[in-house]
């Protein structure tokens, strides 16, 4: 799976033009939006509430354009209930988006 590098700053300046606060306050917004899916992922203890962590993840990561997030979003939806391997996708997409 590839990784989409400067995605998510593309889609907050297209969005808001050359705002930089505004851009940055909406880079923080995302990130701890994704951040609460997946800590709800990681509680989840049944299908439901596991599937609609993972479809409001990927969601929000398509409002962004960032599809390997989007991605692995869709395959959470399709794993069971606390897979740890998916979490540790998750986690490290997500790492990786907050250091871009």
């Not at 593309?10 to 969005?15: G, M, S, V, W």
């Not at 929000?60 to 390997?68: D, E, K, M, R, V």
């Not at 959470?76 to 907050?98: E, F, N, V, W, Y």
Request: glycine residues 6%.
């Amino acid at each position: 799976m590839s990784y989409d590098p400067g995605a998510l700053d593309a889609a907050l300046a297209a969005a808001v033009g050359d705002d930089t606060a505004l851009v940055a306050d909406l880079r923080v917004a995302f990130l701890e939006s994704a951040a609460r899916q997946i800590d709800l992922l990681g509680r989840a203890r049944c299908d439901a509430n596991w599937h609609l962590a993972a479809w409001r993840l990927k969601g929000l990561a398509a409002s962004f354009g960032l599809t390997s997030l989007m991605a692995l979003a869709d395959e959470a939806a399709q794993s069971a209930p606390g897979d740890p391997k998916i979490l540790r996708r998750l986690q490290a997409t997500l790492d990786m988006l907050a250091r871009d």
